[in-house]
């Protein structure tokens, strides 16, 4: 009797691993997308973070997809001269590390 209920936790507990792989997003395809956005690696000059704030300086602004950035999920982007203020929240320090360790 009691080995059902353990039967049950397991399956339980293998769907909510299941949900949440799915739910994960992979930063490694993030970053190529936003890179992409970005004008390419070879567009962007450096790049800071600030809180949930990434601050990317770019040579060229013209290049840059911020619609793509926008669905990326930013919940917001200034654009200052040459530099893109983009307000990613907590994953803006994991973004700037993969930029860093692609330049």
Known sequence: MHYQYIIIAIVLLIIAFVVIKLNKKDFQIEINKLITYLGGKDNIISSE??????KVTLKNMEIVD??????LGAKGIVEIDNQLKILFGP???NLKKYIVDLK
């Open 91 to 93: 994953n803006s320090k």
């Open 49 to 54: 973070v600030n809180l949930s704030r990434l």
């Open 66 to 71: 911020k619609d793509g950035i926008q669905k």
